[in-house]
């Protein structure tokens, strides 16, 4: 059953096609989310990863979109997304508290909410990009995907990729030197 048939089908709440989806992806999107976790990540948090991807298709499989991507890189890029979100949830877990920290290694605090500051700017002007100019940067520069990679996922001639990618950074420079 190809991938277009079986996304029909579990938006039709085909129980039988959403197995086989799972057959067909699990160890894919097992790969992504244990390659995003390192090293924060346990097997628990791995099997929760990759079963919430599976959750959210079965629960909104209109949100998959056949002409941004196929099935294959829209569900490993979920993957990857909750992974990371875990992975970051996992880290700040783990962290001392500053009293704990020797001196030495105390994060000068002005220069840490500069930096969360600087942070959540940029976070909101890529969410403010239209798409696929959002999706083509995230693609690049959080996903470390290559233009022809990103080309070749959006259908899009590697060329615009590059232009889309040139006047996207070329806007976030200009609206955070403002």
Known sequence: MTDEKLIQA????????????????????????????????????????????????????????????????????????????????LSRQSALPLEELPPSEEPEVSMNLETREQTEALRSAIDAMGEPDREILLRRYYWDQKPKEIAAALNLPVKQIENRLYRAKRSLREQLTL
């Open 10 to 89: 579990i938006a039709a709440r085909d129980e039988a096609a959403m197995n086989r989806l799972i057959d067909k992806y699990s160890k894919l999107l097992w790969s992504v989310a244990a390659a995003a976790l390192r090293p924060f990540g346990t097997e628990e948090d791995l099997e929760e990863c990759v079963a919430d991807v599976f959750v959210a298709l079965w629960l909104h499989p209109e949100k998959y979109d056949p002409r941004r991507g196929t099935l294959k890189s829209y569900l490993a890029m979920v993957a990857r997304s909750r992974a990371l979100n875990r992975r970051l949830r």
